[in-house]
């Protein structure tokens, strides 16, 4: 049986949009990530009417859901199987995820681990995988 999460709270999210850059529809050198513009006669900046909102602390998520992943945990990157019992008291809240640089061996023993602890493991087919020549 699937470990559940304790609480699954809806996510709201205040702006859900992605923040693009200003000008960067309108210019191919700017990239569309956000940057603050700095110039002095820039509208964005001086935030006059009608023109797009900067990313400010106001639009940060809930307290309650902040961090939470689609599958309703929070997540926790684990390297070896010491590190995962940190999480036996906190399984319904955390899940872990194991790190990439974990060899194939030590992954199978943090899986039976987690299995024993009852520890929701996010990636656990993540490098499990044998490739067969034919």
């Not at 205040?14 to 990239?31: A, I, Q, T, V």
């Amino acid at each position: 049986m699937a470990i559940r999460p304790l609480h699954t709270p809806n996510v709201v999210k205040k702006h859900p949009k992605k923040w693009l850059r200003h000008h960067s529809d309108r210019y191919k050198r700017l990239g569309q990530k956000w940057r603050k513009p700095k110039g002095i006669d820039n509208r964005v900046r001086r935030r006059f009417k009608g023109q797009i909102r900067m990313p400010k602390i106001g639009y940060g998520s809930c307290k309650r859901t902040k961090h939470i992943h689609p599958d309703g945990f929070k997540h926790v990157v684990v390297n070896n199987v010491k590190e995962m019992e940190v999480l036996m008291m906190q399984h319904r809240t955390f899940a872990a995820v194991i790190a990439r640089t974990v060899s194939k061996h030590n992954r199978i023993k943090i899986l039976e681990r987690a299995k024993e602890l009852s520890i929701r493991i996010a990636n656990a087919n993540a490098g499990l995988k044998t490739v067969e020549n034919e």
